[in-house]
C-alpha cells in the first residue's frame, strides 16, 4: 500500500513539473524580442588633433553705439533762475507787509493825511497809491531797522488832485536816545514840495 501510494505521488510530481517547464518555455518564446544582428562593419575611427573647447550656445549680438548724452544743465540752469526769481519775489512781499504793519508807517501816513498843506496839494482823502502788482497793496521802499536805528521809507501818495512821493528817514544816534528825523517830506508829480514839520511826528 505504501509503494503503490509513492509511486503514484511521484509520478503525479514529474508531471507537474513537466508541465511547469512547458509552460515556462512557451511564455519564454512568445515574450523575448528577437536580438538585432551583429554589425557588419565596425564604425570609423575619428580622430582630434587638439583637445576640444567649448563653444558658445548662441551669437554674440554685434556692438552698437550708445545714444548721445542729451544736455541737461540749460534746463537746470532756467529751474533755478526760476526758483530764485520766485524765492526773491516771496520775500520781497513779505517785507513789504511787514512794513505796512509796521506803527511807523501808520505814524507817518496819519501825520501826512493831517497836513493843510499836503491836503491843498493832493486834495482829500490822501492814501498810498496801490501797486498793480501787489494786489493793490502799496509798495513800500527803504529799510525799517527800529532796533538797529535807522528809518528809511519812501511810498507813493494819491489824492483827488493829484499823486506824489513821501520821504521818511529818521536816525536814532546812541541807543537810549530818541529818534532824530532828518528827512519828511512829499514830492508831488508836479514839482511841488511839501516838507512836513518834524515836530509832528513823536
Do not use: C
Amino acid at each position: 500500500m505504501s509503494s503503490t501510494f509513492l509511486r503514484s505521488t511521484s509520478r503525479r510530481v514529474s508531471r507537474q513539473i513537466l508541465h511547469d517547464t512547458r509552460h515556462t518555455k512557451s511564455y519564454a518564446t512568445f515574450t523575448e524580442f528577437p536580438r538585432p544582428p551583429p554589425p557588419s562593419k565596425l564604425p570609423e575611427t575619428v580622430t582630434y588633433s587638439e583637445a576640444s573647447k567649448p563653444r558658445e550656445y548662441y551669437a554674440r549680438p554685434k556692438p552698437r553705439d550708445l545714444p548721445p548724452l542729451q544736455r541737461r544743465w540749460p534746463v537746470i540752469l532756467v529751474l533755478g533762475v526760476v526758483g530764485s526769481a520766485a524765492w526773491g519775489a516771496f520775500y520781497a512781499y513779505a517785507q513789504n507787509q511787514e512794513k505796512l504793519s509796521s506803527s511807523v508807517f501808520k505814524q507817518i501816513l496819519n501825520i501826512a493825511r493831517d497836513d493843510a498843506e499836503l491836503q491843498e496839494m493832493l486834495g482829500d482823502a490822501i492814501r498810498p497809491e496801490p501797486a498793480w502788482y501787489l494786489n493793490g497793496d502799496p509798495w513800500i521802499s527803504g529799510a525799517n531797522r527800529m532796533l538797529q536805528g535807522n528809518v528809511d521809507l519812501s511810498f507813493r501818495l494819491k489824492g483827488h488832485k493829484g499823486t506824489g512821493t513821501l520821504y521818511f528817514t529818521s536816525i536814532r544816534r546812541a541807543k537810549g536816545e530818541p529818534f532824530t528825523i532828518i528827512r519828511f517830506k512829499v514830492i508831488g508829480d508836479n514839482g511841488q514840495v511839501v516838507n512836513i514839520p518834524p515836530s509832528t511826528f513823536k
